[in-house]
T-cell receptor, first 116, second 113 residues
Framework: DAKTTQPPSMDCAEGRAANLPCNHS???????VYWYRQIHSQGPQYIIHGLKNNETNEMASLIITEDRKSSTLILPHATLRDTAVYYC?????????????????FGQGTILTVHP | DGGITQSPKYLFRKEGQNVTLSCEQNLNHDAMYWYRQDPGQGLRLIYY???????QKGDIAEGYSVSREKKESFPLTVTSAQKNPTAFYLC????????????FGPGTRLLVL
């Protein structure tokens, strides 16, 4: 699995866009970029994923560079409830067998603090 | 509303006691998972099930057992053999082919008395 690198923490003012970067320079051609977040004392929440095109859903946008070595998760209008740890994961989307099935491995992630 | 429910939210275990954590999903997902999270740590996979009546051990299965008799249910039993059970337990589910997109329940916090 490709390794990801994220900044340990970021701050954002409420109402402004939060841009969370992720480096994944060893990503292979069939690996997707996934983003999850975990609010304190809650289960992780899936946000968005993409392969090479930019993606947008009701929660966020995902911008993937043309060489796919990095990506940015954008929360367009951050609120206090977006304060959480954000995780970037790079994995093959469908199970190809082997012992890695099912195991979501979160790194340290980025602690995003949204302040008033 | 579709989703995953876990109960109870808090559970207390006495020494030598087995306890069972409930996980139910109405997302019609084939695959279900149990993770353990310790304070300040990442998720560790305990067991997973790709289909009814089948389940596989994850990285830390010792001291735990599961069953998958129904598609929507995947209960986890923490046995007395698990010597350090205090943790936050998370259940998740996914459509089999899109397994990385996992939907998590709210979690059960297990404490030992």
């Amino acid at each position: 699995d490709a390794k990801t690198t994220q900044p340990p923490s970021m701050d954002c003012a409420e109402g402004r866009a939060a841009n969370l970067p992720c480096n994944h320079s060893t990503i292979s051609g069939n690996e997707y970029v996934y983003w999850y977040r975990q609010i304190h004392s809650q289960g992780p929440q899936y946000i968005i994923h993409g392969l090479k095109n930019n993606e947008t859903n009701e929660m966020a946008s995902l911008i993937i560079t043309e060489d796919r070595k990095s990506s940015t998760l954008i929360l367009p209008h951050a609120t206090l409830r977006d304060t959480a740890v954000y995780y970037c994961i790079v994995r093959v989307a469908t199970w190809a067998g082997g012992t890695s099935y099912g195991k979501l491995t979160f790194g340290q992630g980025t602690i995003l603090t949204v302040h008033p | 509303d579709g989703g995953i429910t876990q109960s109870p939210k808090y559970l207390f275990r006495k020494e030598g006691q087995n306890v069972t954590l409930s996980c139910e999903q109405n997302l019609n997902h084939d695959a279900m998972y149990w993770y353990r999270q310790d304070p300040g740590q990442g998720l560790r996979l305990i067991y997973y099930s790709q289909i009814v009546n089948d389940f596989q051990k994850g990285d830390i299965a010792e001291g735990y057992s599961v069953s998958r008799e129904k598609k929507e249910s995947f209960p986890l039993t923490v046995t007395s053999a698990q010597k350090n059970p205090t943790a936050f337990y998370l259940c998740a589910s996914s459509a089999s082919r899109g397994w990385v997109t996992q939907y998590f329940g709210p979690g059960t916090r297990l404490l030992v008395l």
